[in-house]
């Protein structure tokens, strides 16, 4: 089991990189909410979707085997 294929962006899967981004962006905008003192509904909800969908992403790119032609990984 290859732990950097959790956190290290170059070896991630397409499911995760997108998770990852979504997961960034969520965090970005509820501190710019927080310091507008704005609220929006269910805005949370976005952290368990964006963690389910990572959870997913990983469990598909362990089960994806090395050259397997469908797991698009990220060169950066």
């Known amino acids: 089991m290859k732990l950097s294929k959790i ?3 170059r ?3 397409s499911y995760q990189f997108v998770a990852a981004t979504g ?3 969520t965090i970005v905008a509820n501190l710019i909410l927080l310091f507008l003192g704005k ?3 269910n805005f949370n909800a976005l952290y368990l979707c964006w ?3 990572f959870v997913l992403g990983t ?3 362990y089960n994806s085997k090395p050259g397997d032609g469908h797991d698009h990984h990220h060169h950066h």
């Open 23 to 25: 997961l960034v962006m």
């Open 39 to 41: 609220t929006v509904d």
């Open 7 to 9: 956190y290290d962006p």
């Open 11 to 13: 070896e991630m899967n």
């Open 51 to 53: 963690t389910v969908f």
């Open 59 to 61: 469990v598909a790119n």
